[in-house]
């Protein structure tokens, strides 16, 4: 240490002197003078080797971890020509660094990666999401966002389907040009939501067309295009079973289909027919019992 602290008793001090040759009347004018100088924000622990041992593995272990996500940290801002200061551990960012790195190892944990793996994934993603406005300050204030980045990752990697997901972007384009005359295009981030609707529509065996024009019709009142967030969920489940009800298109092929054991429903067309043919074998009948008496 460049500037080392004594903390020892009184007694022992005593003894100090006294080894020494000096005077220990001297010991309580230097004990009032030394109380001005008294370190305030260090605090000594006192514990049993055993515990002591262990304390000092895991302090250990938390610098050395700290230490890796800096060393990740400092060589992605490098790659990426960002512009920061070396963080040491006399550092002012050195607090922040260390929040930092807890929250990428839990990001880590949360999606069983390595640490090495996890740390650089974590800041590579926040530089991505931050951009131009990347500090270590943003980065500590965005985890939630960077977990919800990596998580849309892995649900458009892993989207067993991708056709069909292409197929329900290209039906919300067709919503957008029939509702509000005009184009928009997709994030690439987005798609994640359309993985969402896709999977919501399959589960109701929805045509995407009908999903996703379900969805425009529920908020063209407002002359607003849904979100993303409400194409999918129990909400757009609701919304669309009331749009096919309301547009007569539930069990419409069921509708024309002569229900099994079951007679037609005559019409007044069919009854006026039957009248007029019972009405003419009546007749003929007649004809014949009279021709025969002859």
Same mark, same amino acid.
């Given at each position: ?71 990740? *940290?400092?060589? @992605?801002? $490098? !790659?990426? /020509?960002? %512009?920061? #200061? ?92 029939? *509702?509000?005359? @005009?184009? $928009? !295009?997709? /994030?690439? %981030?987005? #798609? ?95 004809? @014949? ?6």
């Amino acid at each position: 240490m460049k500037d080392p602290a004594l903390h020892i008793r009184r007694s022992n001090l005593s003894s100090i002197f006294v080894e020494l040759g000096i005077d220990v009347k001297f010991i309580p004018a230097i004990m009032e003078k030394a109380i001005k100088y008294s370190i305030k924000n260090r605090v000594v622990v006192t514990t049993k080797s055993k515990g002591k041992k262990k304390s000092d593995r895991h302090i250990e272990s938390d610098t050395n971890l700290v230490d890796q996500f800096n060393r990740i *940290y400092s060589e @992605t801002m $490098l !790659t990426n /020509n960002i %512009k920061t #200061l070396t963080i040491t551990r006399s550092s002012i960012q050195y607090l922040t660094l260390k929040e930092v790195c807890y929250q990428a190892l839990e990001f880590s944990k949360m999606f069983n990666l390595e640490a090495e793996k996890g740390f650089k994934l974590y800041v590579d993603i926040g530089v991505k999401l931050l951009g131009r406005t990347f500090s270590l300050y943003r980065l500590k204030g965005n985890a939630n966002k960077i977990v919800e980045w990596y998580r849309d990752d892995q649900i458009i990697i892993n989207d067993p389907s991708p056709n069909k997901t292409t197929g329900m972007v290209i039906a919300w384009s067709e919503a957008v040009k029939k *509702y509000f005359s @005009t184009t $928009l !295009t997709i /994030n690439s %981030k987005d #798609l994640a939501h359309f993985v969402h609707a896709k999977n919501d529509a399959e589960s109701v065996k929805a045509s995407s067309q009908d999903w996703i024009d379900a969805q425009f019709e529920k908020w063209s009142y407002l002359n607003i295009i849904p979100q993303f967030t409400q194409l999918y969920g129990d909400n757009a489940k609701l919304i669309y079973e009331m749009y096919m009800a309301k547009t007569k298109k539930t069990n419409k092929k069921e509708f024309f289909k002569k229900p099994i054991n079951e007679q037609d429903i005559p019409t007044k067309a069919a009854e006026q027919a039957k009248i007029i043919r019972e009405a003419r074998i009546h007749k003929s009948v007649e004809s @014949t019992g009279s021709e025969n008496a002859g």
